[in-house]
């Protein structure tokens, strides 16, 4: 099956500009384009932005993806390692946001303690005065 690329876009739930992002930086190739007219994609294509796009849903950046399909089956292991660090990441990403937001949930139970229409204890917080406080 040979595709247009709006066609590649519509099957793949994508967009056009996309596509050709992937094509700049090198996770999709570009067909030759014909004397005839308009480059056709293959059915290859379509399997190779699905899997882009899993592996965006499952965290990974685009330079991140780039590596793990330059790696074939045979390096399995090296394919685990950069999922393992990626799990490490996400770990750390959801323990930073867990201080966060407790920090948050702080000021708003401050705010809710000391309510006040003059003056915004949350606002205050992160008004340069506040850092001086002890």
Excluded at 52 to 77: N, P, V, Y
Aim: charged share 25%.
């Amino acid at each position: 099956m040979n595709l247009t690329i709006g066609k590649l876009a519509k099957q793949t739930e994508v967009t056009i500009e996309t596509i050709r992002h992937y094509q700049r930086i090198g996770l999709l190739a570009e067909p030759k384009k014909p004397d005839s007219g308009y480059r056709c994609y293959s059915t290859d294509a379509v399997a190779r932005i699905r899997s882009i796009k899993r592996a965006q849903q499952a965290g990974f950046t685009l330079k991140e993806i780039a590596a793990l399909l330059s790696l074939d089956g045979e390096h399995c292991a090296d394919v685990r390692q950069l999922a393992e660090q990626k799990c490490r990441q996400i770990d750390q990403q959801i323990e930073d946001l867990t201080a966060l937001r407790q920090v948050l949930a702080t000021l708003v139970i401050g705010c809710q303690q000391t309510a006040s229409s003059e003056r915004c204890a949350i606002l205050d917080a992160f008004s340069d005065d506040a850092s001086a406080k002890p």
